[in-house]
């Protein structure tokens, strides 16, 4: 996610950098880390995680840009989830019918070597004809 400096971290807050100072820096309650220059910035996303929400001044207007991507992540991620449970149940679903297969090719071959043994034994001599009744 974005870094963003203390005063910006205060205003998508909507509460005053003192406020923010005494109730989350101080108390730990928000994760403050400093950039490469030794500045002390905040990441959005622990300010997602305390707030909520996150306001932005773009013509007055409340505007929950990020909350909204944080939304579309997750039904995103659900539907990942979602579809990979349904693939496995396809796949075990696939193994089933393949097994299934297999068991039914065994007993046409069990059943084509019954014939044809049955039909060695008669053996040419041993015909039967049709018009004889015995």
Same mark, same amino acid.
């Not at 100072?21 to 994760?31: F, L, S």
């Given at each position: 996610? &974005? !870094?963003?400096?203390?005063?910006?971290?205060?205003?998508?807050?909507? %509460?005053?950098?003192?406020? #923010?100072?005494? /109730?989350?820096?101080?108390?730990?309650?928000?994760? +403050?880390?400093?950039?490469?220059?030794?500045? /002390?910035?905040?990441?959005?996303?622990?300010?997602?995680? +305390?707030?909520?929400?996150? =306001?932005?001044?773009?013509? !007055? %207007?409340?505007?929950?840009?990020?909350?909204? @991507? =944080?939304?579309?992540?997750?039904? %995103?991620?659900?539907? +990942?989830? &979602? *579809?990979?449970?349904?693939?496995?149940?396809?796949?075990?679903?696939?193994? &089933? !019918?393949?097994?299934? @297969?297999?068991?039914?090719?065994?007993? +046409?071959? /069990?059943?084509?070597? *019954? #014939?044809? =043994?049955?039909?060695?034994?008669?053996?040419?001599?041993?015909? %039967?004809?049709?018009?004889?009744?015995?």
């Amino acid at each position: 996610m &974005a !870094k963003v400096n203390i005063s910006e971290a205060a205003r998508m807050a909507g %509460k005053s950098r003192s406020h #923010l100072y005494e /109730k989350y820096i101080n108390t730990g309650a928000i994760t +403050v880390e400093s950039d490469r220059d030794g500045r /002390k910035v905040i990441d959005t996303s622990e300010l997602l995680r +305390v707030f909520g929400t996150l =306001h932005f001044d773009d013509n !007055k %207007k409340d505007v929950h840009e990020i909350t909204e @991507v =944080h939304a579309e992540d997750n039904d %995103k991620d659900m539907i +990942v989830s &979602a *579809l990979q449970s349904e693939n496995e149940v396809l796949r075990e679903y696939l193994r &089933a !019918k393949e097994e299934e @297969v297999i068991w039914l090719r065994d007993q +046409v071959s /069990k059943t084509t070597a *019954l #014939l044809t =043994h049955q039909e060695d034994n008669l053996g040419p001599t041993q015909t %039967k004809r049709w018009w004889w009744p015995w």
